[in-house]
């Protein structure tokens, strides 16, 4: 995931975070690994793209896949938000990878036999 400059020199391209988060579930299924993709794609916002993922014990839980991916603000119809990068910060980050990272979105033909239990 990297990111580029405008004309303006401000900041575009695709962040990922990937992690785990508690729900309000009770234990144990209240845990949920989960990744999410932001792309900017430029002034003024309207093809910028939002995608998450959550799993729960590497079960699909939900995906904003199924809609399409990547899927694009507003559904594609422009508008629907602007997302606006702002400097890295410091620290040991690296590409999101399957192996660090079970919630990780997969090849389109990948997390398609991971839904079909392949």
């Given at each position: 995931m990297g990111s580029n400059t405008?004309?303006?020199?401000?900041?575009?391209?695709?962040?990922?975070?990937?992690?785990?988060?508690?729900?309000?579930?009770?234990?144990?299924?209240?845990?949920?690994?989960?990744?999410?993709?932001?792309?900017?794609?430029?002034?003024?916002?309207?093809?910028?793209?939002?995608?998450?993922?959550?799993?729960?014990?590497?079960?699909l839980v939900y995906t904003t896949v199924n809609a399409g991916y990547p899927h694009k603000l507003n559904d594609g119809n422009g508008g629907g938000g602007n997302i606006q990068l702002h400097g890295p910060t410091t620290g040991n980050f690296s590409p999101l990878d399957p192996s660090t990272c079970p919630a990780n979105f997969a090849s389109r033909a990948a997390e398609s036999r991971l839904r079909q239990g392949r």
């Open positions: 405008d004309s303006k020199g401000r900041l575009i391209g695709v962040r990922g975070i990937c992690g785990t988060a508690r729900t309000n579930l009770p234990s144990p299924n209240d845990k949920v690994d989960f990744v999410v993709r932001a792309r900017d794609a430029g002034e003024p916002g309207v093809l910028d793209e939002f995608d998450i993922q959550l799993r729960q014990n590497f079960n």
